[in-house]
C-alpha cells in the first residue's frame, strides 16, 4: 500500500484497513508503556520521550512507520480520560460508537461552508441542532455547532451586541467562565460588570442592584456548572430579574446541559428555557470526543445578524434556486461535520441510554463525597451538584495541597484539579468516567492520602 493513497473513493476502505490495525496497536502498547493516567517523569520528561519519536519534523525521505511511531508516543505521554484515576478537568472519555463515527467524517471530509460541499451533511445538521434546540424551548428555536463553550458564549455575546448595541453590558457572576469577560473584550463592549458569588453561585440580590443602578442595555450570564465546583446559578431568580428589568439572559451550561438528558436531574436546571441563548457542550457530559459544542437561540431570527454573502459560497441566484445557504451557521467558512458523531450517539444511545450515564457519574460522585466526609484526614467543601467533588487533607496549608496535586502527576499516578473557594485551595475530582466503579474512587482517595502523608 502506498503512504500516498486517499483514505475516500474507492480505494479508501483498502487503504484504511492496514492503517487503522497500525493504530490500534500503537494505541495500545502506548497505553502500555504508560501503565497509568498520566506519563511519570513530569514536563521534563514527556517531552524528551517525543523528541526522541519525533525526530527531524521533517525528514529529506519519508518514514513509513511515522504512524506507529508517532501514535505510540502520543499515547505514552497522553493524559488518558478513560482512566478512572483520571479526574481533573471537564475532558470527558469519548464513546466508541462517537469516535467511529468521527472517522467517517474525517473520511468523508465534507467542508459545511457551501451545500456543494456537503449536501447530506449540511441536512443533518439542520435537523439535530433544532432536534436538540427543541429539549430545551418550546417554539421554533434553533442552535448552531460550535468547537466548545468558548465559542458558544463568543457567539452568545455577538448576537446580544447586534441586537441591542454596542453600549451593551456584560453583567456576569465571579463564577462565570473566563471566556465570558474575555469574549466582552474582543468585541469591545464596555467593560464587564462581576456580581459576587460568595457561596460559589452568582448573589441574586447584588444582581438586582446592578441591573437597578447600571445604565443599560444589560446582557446577564448566568451559569448552570461552574467550572471549579458544578454548581448551578439560581436560573428562576436570575430570569426573574432579568423580566422584571428587561435585561436579556444568556446561560452558559456548558457542563451542566448535560443534566438534561437524566431524567432524575434534568429538574436541577429549571428556568434554562428563560434564556435568550444557552451554551451547551458534548464533549462534556455527552461522551464526545472534541470538539462538540452548541449554541441554542431561542429566537432564530437572531441568527440573521451572522449572515454573509460571498458568491462563491451562496450566490443569489444558487439560493433562489434552493440551494441552502450555510455561511450564517457559523463565524468559520470551512467546519468538519462534528454533527454526524452526536448524531450517531443520540440515535444509538437514545434519551435513556445517555441519561444513565449522566446518572453514574453523578451517581459516583456522591459516593466519593461520601468517602471524603467519612474519613478523617480529609474535609470535603460540600456534596456535589454535578459530578465535580471539592475535598482537601484536613489540618494543612494550600502549599501542602498544592504540593499533593503536582506529586501524583509527576508519580503518573493520579490526575486531579485544582480550585480555589472561600479563600482556600482544593483538590478538584471531576469524575465524568461512566465505567468508574466504587473501588476507582476508594483507590483515588488512597493515593491522596499517601502523596499528602510524604515528606514534601
Same mark, same amino acid.
Given at each position: ?9 474507492? %480505494? ?83 464513546? @466508541? ?25 449540511? $441536512? ?10 427543541? %429539549? *430545551? ?15 458558544? /458564549? ?20 465571579? /463564577? ?45 450570564? &448566568? ?29 452558559? &451550561? ?35 470526543? *472534541? ?28 439560493? $433562489? ?36 450515564? *449522566?446518572?453514574? *457519574?453523578?451517581?459516583? @460522585?456522591? $459516593?466519593?463525597? @461520601? ?35 503536582? +506529586? ?34 476508594? +483507590? ?13
Amino acid at each position: 500500500m502506498s503512504t500516498q493513497s486517499l483514505a475516500s473513493g474507492p %480505494e479508501g476502505p483498502h487503504a484504511l484497513r492496514p492503517l487503522l490495525d497500525t493504530v490500534l496497536q500503537a494505541l495500545h502498547q502506548g497505553a502500555h508503556a504508560r501503565g497509568g493516567p498520566l506519563p511519570a517523569g513530569g514536563p521534563a520528561a514527556v517531552a524528551a520521550r517525543l523528541r526522541a519519536a519525533l525526530g527531524d519534523v521533517l525528514p529529506q525521505h519519508g518514514d513509513p512507520d511515522a504512524l506507529h511511531t508517532l501514535v505510540h508516543a502520543l499515547a505514552e505521554g497522553a493524559a488518558d480520560p478513560a482512566d478512572p484515576l483520571c479526574a481533573a478537568h471537564l475532558h470527558c472519555p469519548p464513546l @466508541a460508537v462517537a469516535t467511529a463515527a468521527d472517522l467517517a467524517a474525517s473520511v468523508l471530509n465534507p467542508s459545511l461552508d457551501s451545500w456543494d460541499q456537503a449536501p447530506a451533511a449540511s $441536512e443533518l445538521e439542520t435537523l439535530v441542532t433544532r432536534g436538540l434546540a427543541a %429539549e *430545551v424551548y418550546a417554539g421554533p428555536a434553533d442552535a448552531l455547532i460550535t468547537t466548545g463553550g468558548t465559542e458558544s /458564549n463568543q457567539l452568545a455575546l455577538l448576537l446580544a451586541r447586534e441586537k441591542h448595541g454596542t453600549g451593551l453590558r456584560l453583567i456576569c457572576g465571579a /463564577n462565570a467562565h473566563h471566556s465570558l469577560p474575555r469574549a466582552a473584550w474582543l468585541l469591545g463592549l464596555p467593560d464587564p460588570v462581576t456580581i459576587p458569588a460568595p457561596t460559589g453561585t452568582l448573589d441574586p440580590t447584588a444582581l438586582d442592584e446592578a441591573l437597578t443602578t447600571l445604565p443599560g442595555p444589560h446582557l446577564v450570564a &448566568a451559569t448552570a456548572g461552574t467550572t471549579d465546583a458544578g454548581l448551578i446559578d439560581p436560573l428562576p431568580e436570575i430570569a426573574a430579574l432579568c423580566t422584571a428589568h428587561h435585561a436579556r439572559l444568556h446561560i452558559d &451550561a456548558a457542563y451542566g446541559g448535560g443534566l438534561l438528558l437524566s431524567d432524575r436531574h434534568r429538574t436541577k436546571l429549571t428556568g434554562l428555557d428563560h434564556a435568550h441563548t444557552i451554551t451547551l457542550d458534548l464533549h462534556k457530559l455527552g461522551w464526545q470526543p *472534541v470538539a462538540a459544542g452548541l449554541l441554542a437561540v431561542r429566537d432564530p431570527h437572531d441568527l440573521t445578524a451572522l449572515h454573509q454573502h460571498a458568491d462563491y459560497l451562496n450566490a443569489d441566484d444558487d439560493t $433562489e434556486a434552493g440551494l441552502p445557504d450555510l455561511l450564517g451557521r457559523s463565524l468559520r467558512t470551512t467546519r468538519r461535520p462534528d454533527v454526524l458523531k452526536i448524531a450517531v450517539t443520540l440515535k444509538t444511545l437514545g434519551r435513556t441510554g445517555l441519561g444513565a450515564l *449522566v446518572d453514574q *457519574v453523578c451517581d459516583r @460522585a456522591e $459516593e466519593f463525597a @461520601a468517602l471524603v466526609q467519612d474519613h478523617p484526614g480529609f474535609e470535603l467543601h460540600d456534596r456535589p451538584t454535578i459530578s465535580t467533588v471539592l475535598f482537601r487533607p484536613a489540618h494543612t496549608t494550600d502549599d501542602a495541597v498544592a504540593a499533593v496535586r503536582r +506529586t501524583l502527576l509527576h508519580q503518573g499516578r493520579a490526575v486531579l484539579g485544582r480550585a480555589r473557594l472561600d479563600g482556600r485551595l482544593w483538590l478538584k475530582a471531576t469524575l465524568l468516567n461512566p465505567d468508574t466503579r466504587p473501588d476507582d474512587v476508594a +483507590t483515588l482517595l488512597a493515593l491522596v492520602e499517601k502523596a499528602a502523608d510524604e515528606p514534601a
